[in-house]
Structure formats: structure tokens, C-alpha cells
């Protein structure tokens, strides 16, 4: 099996790590152009207007970075990780640590292509504009990952695939990355309102 042979080279899946990371950047970056040419005409989130959850990489994004020294360091830590960590531990925890390692760049990938689709689609036959408050967003990004979780946790019980639980507990901890997240963003007020309108209008 596919899997059974990447975790017996672990270099290789370090470095299909570090790529499935970088293209979570990439993929982010093309979502971020394509907002603000195009999307940004429909949507806007507030108090900050940005689509990284991450507050730490929020301005490289908006200022569209194809190459952020932060993300790519980080990115090739990672892949040395998992390239050491499969190295060393023993056989029967290779596929579930790939699978959650890769479980969290794949979800986070194919969401970004997702909207990243879907922000492309809306160039016609879109009206009007929605202001989403970041909380809103990150809650219901928790939900999407809760629902997948428990999709995959399933698929793990009917296939007994040590990699697909991986996956699973990967997309209950990308809900849990949303959470704390969520944290950090101010709560939204009682008399709450968009952004561009005046308190009494």
C-alpha cells in the first residue's frame, strides 16, 4: 500500500509535508487576489477585514507575500519532523501520525480551493454584500470541521485505517484550532451592525 511505503521512506513524506504546507500558502494567497479583485465587492469580515484565521500571518497575506520567510521556516520544520518523527517511532504509529499531520494541511487545502472556486463562480450572478463578524466565521468554520471529523471518524471505523484516523483526530483538532482562535477576536456587541453604517441608520 501507498501508505505503508511513505512511511517506510520517511524523507520523502517530510518533504510531500512540506509541500502540502506551502500550498496551503499558495492557495491562500491566490484566495486573497482573487477577494480583492473581485469578491471583495460581496464580502467583507469585521472587525478585522482579512480571510487568515492565523492573526500572525494576517498582514503578510493581505499584502499577498508569495514567499513569507515565517510560513516557509516553519514549513521546513515541520517537514524535518515529520521526516525525524517517522523515523523514529515505532511501526504502528506511522500511519495515524501521517495521517494527522497530513489530515491537517489536506483539510485546510482543499477549504482554500473550495473558496477559492467559489470566490471565482461569484464573479457573475452574485448580488449584494454580506459583512461576516470574524466570531460568526470562526464559529461556523468549527462546525464544517466538527461535521467533517465525524465523517471520517466513521469512514476510519467502516475502513479500520490507522491513517484515516489520523485524519480524523486531525480535523477535530483544526475545530479546536478555531476555538482558540476565536479567542482572540473582540465579541460582538448587542446592537451590532455593519460596519459601514451609522449607529442610528
Not at 477577494?35 to 467583507?44: K, L, P, T
Not at 466513521?154 to 484550532?177: E, H, P
Request: charged letters at 15%; a neutral charge.
Amino acid at each position: 500500500m501507498m501508505i505503508q511505503w511513505l512511511t517506510a521512506h520517511p524523507l520523502v513524506a517530510g518533504v510531500i509535508t512540506f509541500f502540502l504546507m506551502w500550498s496551503d500558502w499558495l492557495l491562500t494567497i491566490l484566495q486573497e487576489q482573487e477577494r480583492q479583485a473581485h469578491y471583495s465587492e460581496h464580502y467583507q469580515s469585521y472587525p478585522i477585514n482579512t480571510i487568515e484565521g492565523n492573526p500572525l500571518l494576517q498582514s503578510a497575506v493581505h499584502q499577498k507575500r508569495l514567499i513569507e520567510p515565517k510560513h516557509i521556516v516553519v514549513a521546513l520544520m515541520v517537514g524535518a519532523t515529520v521526516t525525524l518523527g517517522l523515523s523514529c517511532a515505532a511501526l504502528e504509529w506511522r500511519e495515524p501520525i501521517l495521517g494527522y499531520v497530513w489530515g491537517l494541511f489536506l483539510i485546510v487545502d482543499t477549504t482554500h480551493l473550495g473558496n477559492l472556486i467559489g470566490y471565482r463562480a461569484s464573479r457573475q450572478g452574485l448580488h449584494g454584500k454580506l459583512y461576516l463578524h470574524l466570531r460568526t466565521a470562526y464559529l461556523a468554520q468549527m462546525g464544517r470541521y466538527i461535521a467533517l471529523a465525524v465523517f471520517l471518524t466513521v469512514l476510519a471505523i467502516c475502513s479500520s485505517s490507522l491513517f484515516i484516523v489520523g485524519v480524523a483526530v486531525a480535523g477535530l483538532t483544526s475545530a479546536l484550532r478555531q476555538m482558540l482562535w476565536l479567542r482572540r477576536v473582540p465579541s460582538i456587541p448587542e446592537d451590532d451592525r455593519p460596519p459601514d453604517l451609522p449607529p442610528n441608520s
